[in-house]
């Protein structure tokens, strides 16, 4: 892991595949918080050749394990406190996300009822398949965010 | 509080009672006619179609309840540009039951996430119409006496054709079924249908003439196949005759066959069809009645232990 100084508090989102750290700053809202954030691209990796990482100092609490797992359930998550790593958490497909990504079928009510949340069912575990709870429309692949 | 979304919504078991009730009704009507006394159906059609809504509206009127709604979005709060979830909380204080049809996919469902009464889907754009499903279920098992162990033909347009894929999957759920898919090449069946079906270890065939499989069939389910899904007119004409179920080709079936359609039909089926026995789409279109008459008695919490007291 590459030393970009260390954090008191936060955590550590390690084997990000390698270009996809920017979207996941956006997604989780961190450009949104007013805290330390180090995003490190293409950093080498015996396991992953290249990866990316995210280093946020923040409360931990902060952070939405769900839609980290929704994203890319591999990523590994160091939780940081008192300048150590205290718990390596894993990631799971959460059975629902609630406003991460939007239904793109064009005859769902969410196209035209704007106050709907958009909400995704995990219906197949094992593709991964997520549908609209209202079209029951697939979610297209989930870096199409 | 239930809602009807999907026909899978109801497990096989509460199919069973809701059809064993259509049945009871078909041969008593004159014992639910007032079971729904006082009671209010609100049909909330935000597109038309009048076959589906004087369906359900009958069936209110055959249990003793009234009805009230919109035919259309024009007419309702919508074109005011009201939600659906606003909509339905308003008609919760109107009405019992509500069944809704609208062209957006999943609008039903928003309604039913906000009702304080239950909510039918009617029918929203390509995703689902369950009554129909269930009207096809419910003919199947009435004619045939039982909803496993025959052979489905279905024909015509079953790439777009939403009844055709609600009705596969619904059927999926029983014993020993075989499907023979006859339509045009551009039409068939989709991918993903067919991987359902791998799935579930279904015997099934595909095939481009009816002629050639008639003779083996218990069911014939029609639907339409509309001009403007094909590519090219001289694919169409040279296509549409096979579609087209006549005399002739009913004199290779089974004397035994049924032949069903979701109606309207345009000219699919000859009328020179409608009389023969096997004919069963307007005695379908009756248990569309039955079906909904005994699915508006479930909802409303008035079926339980009607067919048990019939017993005693």
């Known amino acids: ?145 | 509080m239930r809602h009807l979304m999907s026909p899978l919504d109801f497990s096989t078991g509460e199919l069973d009672r809701l059809f064993d009730l259509a049945n009871d009704i078909e041969k008593n009507m004159d014992k639910y006619a007032h079971v729904c006394d006082g009671k209010k159906l609100a049909t909330c059609f935000y597109e038309p179609s009048t076959r589906t809504r004087l369906s359900f509206e009958a069936a209110m009127l055959n249990l003793g309840g009234n009805v009230l709604g919109f035919s259309e979005a024009s007419s309702s709060s919508a074109a005011k540009g009201e939600s659906v979830s606003d909509t339905i909380r308003v008609i919760s204080c109107y009405a019992d039951i509500c069944a809704m049809r609208h062209p957006k996919e999943g609008a039903p469902m928003v309604a039913a996430t906000h009702s304080l009464i239950p909510v039918i889907n009617a029918g929203d754009g390509g995703h689902q119409h369950p009554t129909q499903t269930l009207t096809d279920l419910l003919t199947i098992r009435s004619l045939n006496g039982s909803l496993s162990d025959f052979t489905i033909g279905l024909c015509g347009d079953l790439k777009f054709g939403r009844t055709v894929h609600s009705l596969i999957r619904a059927l999926l759920r029983y014993e020993n079924i075989k499907f023979v898919f006859i339509s045009p090449e551009e039409l068939r069946i989709p991918d993903y249908i067919i991987t359902e079906l791998k799935e579930k270890n279904a015997e099934f065939e595909e095939v481009t003439k009816l002629e050639d499989v008639i003779g083996t069939l218990d069911i014939l389910y029609m639907t339409r196949v509309q001009r403007e899904r094909f590519f090219n007119e001289e694919d169409y004409i040279r296509l549409k005759d096979f579609y087209i179920l006549n005399k002739a080709k009913l004199a290779l079936a089974k004397e035994t066959m049924m032949v069903l359609h979701p109606l309207p039909r345009v000219n699919e089926i000859s009328v020179e069809v409608d009389n023969d026995k096997r004919a069963a789409y307007f005695k379908q279109a009756q248990y569309g009645v039955y079906v909904r008459m005994a699915l508006i008695m479930t909802l409303l919490g008035l079926a339980d232990g009607v067919l048990e007291n019939n017993d005693r």
């Open chain 1, 1 to 145: 892991m590459l030393n970009v100084g260390k954090i008191e508090e936060g955590f550590v989102l390690d084997h990000i595949k390698a270009g996809q750290s920017l979207d996941i700053y956006h997604k989780l809202n961190l450009d949104k918080l007013d805290c330390t954030v180090a995003i490190i691209k293409n950093a080498k990796s015996n396991k992953m050749g290249k990866k990316d990482l995210l280093k946020v100092e923040c409360d931990v609490e902060m952070l939405d394990l769900d839609v980290l797992g929704f994203i890319d359930h591999s990523i590994t998550v160091n939780v940081i406190k008192g300048g150590e790593i205290i718990e390596k958490k894993s990631l799971k497909l959460p059975k629902q996300i609630t406003n991460v990504i939007k239904c793109k079928n064009p005859r769902c009510i969410t196209s035209i009822e704007q106050e709907l949340p958009h909400i995704f069912v995990l219906t197949d575990e094992k593709s991964e398949t997520y549908r609209c709870k209202y079209c029951e429309e697939k979610a297209v692949k989930r870096w199409d965010i």
